[in-house]
């Protein structure tokens, strides 16, 4: 398993993959660790088209990803992360939407549980994800990330810089 560190706008991603696909992406302060296991090599090179993708999202020149992803899940995870893929850059649904899409429209519990299991946030897009009424709800790199995310893709700026997040208090 390879693994790179990207310095982005919402702080420093830990990028896993085998070399061929991404299979992970790792937010700072994360419920999941963010240091590479010790079977992991560091190869920047492995990730270097990914990056320049990664890039060009936090700049606003990209709105989709075009990278080999293979993330680790069950099959209907794996349903609710091919449905995520749907949303478009800037939309927002809601779990029941994707429960729906997936042709399970009571799981809307189900689908959030996936949803907060995605490996590949960003990419895999869960951010886009809200509650039924409009709300944010959880986000493994926190809900000032998804905030920040959210209106990074609206073409807003975020109402709170996000090194305040960052700065503990």
């Known amino acids: ?97 994707i429960a729906s899409a997936i042709g399970k429209p009571s799981a809307s519990r189900a689908v959030g549980a996936a949803n907060g299991a995605n490996p590949i946030p960003i990419v895999i897009p869960c951010h886009r994800i809200i509650g039924a009424n409009g709300t944010l709800t959880g986000f493994a790199g926190g809900l000032h990330t998804k905030h920040w995310l959210l209106s990074h893709e609206a073409g807003e700026p975020s109402l709170f810089p996000f090194e305040e997040w960052l700065t503990p208090k």
């Open 1 to 97: 398993m390879y693994y790179s560190q990207y310095l982005s706008p919402i702080g420093q991603l830990l990028i896993v993959g085998d070399g061929e696909n991404i299979q992970k992406i790792l937010f700072p302060n994360d419920r999941r660790p963010t240091e590479p296991e010790s079977d992991w090599q560091q190869n920047d090179a492995v990730f270097a088209e990914f990056t320049e993708q990664l890039d060009a999202y936090f700049s606003g020149k990209l709105q989709r990803f075009d990278v080999p992803l293979a993330p680790d899940g069950t099959q209907f995870q794996r349903a609710v992360w091919d449905a995520l893929l749907d949303v478009e850059y800037g939309e927002t649904r809601s779990y029941r939407d």
